[in-house]
């Protein structure tokens, strides 16, 4: 390969790091890789700043060629005046939701979900109705018959993560359609997160709701380069909002925020023009290496007490540990200072309201953008826990 992937760097001052080093254990939760960012962004951002120009910045043709020219090698033909410029995924989807509600509407959100989704279906004055996914076979399904009955209860928006994070789902078309039914039949609306939406493995195809004739109108989509090449640390993304009139609702709930749509920071603007234009051989070689980790702890885990399906996107495992027969505090326990590996508890993706809790715990979620030598070192201590080696 071109770039090193296997490089291990000191990452302890970073969200995923800081509470794992401190106890000697491996960063295997927070959705963040490991990998060292691509220097062409690297060098972009140098050359930015060696510019010496800090003013006030805009977006510009080129930049925004990048973002809609990546979405044409992903298989997205999306129309330049569809695309605003935002802060973030999370900042766009809270910004979207308040703008397409008012204080007492109510919101769905269907757990497992990325936590936040959950927290802001029910921020300034929302009501969140909660709409449980269905298990079947170690597959996660929408329960359409009680998404009806949310919308039949008032439900103005659904909150959406496509694919699912954490459940690595992608939705397909005919999912998407039976949503539709009843995004249209109801008058409601997608804010949809699409943050591993390049993310998407062998045999399948992300379907953003904004491609559907009967969703494109009543969607805002969120995406960034931050999953895609590890720059979370970078506040721009963008949104796909087809609907013209919706989409100046929601630059206006951001004016209103402080944040003026297409003005964003001269650094962030360069990095994310330089990963998009750049960046596709970084992405191809990521895709098949943590591909091969994610295969590689599948095969770990084939005779373990603790389960997990392949991902058809994102790179997470949604492990099961209910065999394991513990509470959310006991695994934290275990994970801190039995297996030394630390992942994210499912009880996260259940509820905001997660703090104080300790119910039987039935799912973790592993991270498996990380240097192969982690993936091993992690399983090679969990398979010693349950003493097979």
């Known amino acids: 390969m071109k770039y090193d992937f296997d490089e291990i760097r000191d990452r302890s001052n970073t969200a995923k790091w800081a509470r794992a080093s401190a106890c000697g254990a491996i960063g295997m939760g927070i959705a963040d890789m490991d990998f060292r960012l691509l220097p062409e962004v690297i060098d972009a951002v140098k050359a930015c700043a060696d510019e010496g120009e800090f003013g006030y910045t805009v ?130 609306y997608i804010v949809c997160d699409e943050i591993h939406r390049d993310i998407i493995w062998d045999g399948y195809r992300h379907i953003s709701p904004t491609e559907l004739p009967e969703l494109a109108e009543r969607t805002v989509s969120a995406f960034s380069t931050s999953k895609t090449f590890n720059m979370g640390g970078f506040h721009i993304g963008s949104a796909i909002i087809p609907n013209e009139e919706l989409r100046k609702r929601v630059v206006d709930r951001f004016y209103s925020y402080g944040h003026p749509c297409a003005r964003p920071s001269t650094l962030d603007r360069a990095a994310q023009t ?95 953008a990380t240097p192969r030598a982690n993936v091993e070192e992690a399983f090679t201590r969990i398979r010693k826990y349950f003493k097979i080696l």
């Open 59 to 188: 977006m510009s043709g080129k930049d925004y060629d990048a973002v809609t020219d990546w979405l044409k090698y992903r298989g997205y033909d999306v129309p330049r005046e569809h695309i605003i410029c935002t802060p973030g995924v999370l900042y766009t989807a809270r910004t979207a939701m308040h703008a397409l509600t008012q204080p007492g509407d109510k919101v769905i959100v269907s757990p497992p979900l990325h936590t936040p989704s959950i927290a802001t279906a029910s921020m300034l004055g929302r009501e969140a109705l909660v709409n449980k996914m269905i298990l079947k076979d170690g597959e996660y399904f929408l329960d359409l018959d009680h998404l009806e009955k949310c919308f039949r209860d008032g439900a103005r928006v659904l909150m959406m993560c496509a694919p699912n994070n954490p459940t690595g789902r992608v939705w397909t078309l005919d999912e998407l359609k039976s949503v539709a039914e009843l995004i249209n039949k109801y008058d409601a």
């Open 274 to 368: 330089a990963a998009y234009s750049l960046g596709r051989e970084w992405y191809e070689e990521m895709m098949q290496y943590v591909r091969k980790n994610i295969d590689l702890a599948l095969d770990c885990l084939s005779d373990l007490p603790i389960h997990a399906k392949s991902p058809q996107g994102t790179f997470l495992l949604w492990i099961d540990v209910s065999e394991m027969n513990k509470t959310t505090l006991q695994l934290q326990e275990i994970m801190v200072n039995h297996w030394k590996v630390i992942c994210d508890r499912g009880i996260l993706y259940d509820t905001h309201e997660y703090i104080g809790k300790n119910p039987h715990e039935h799912h973790i979620r592993m991270n498996m």
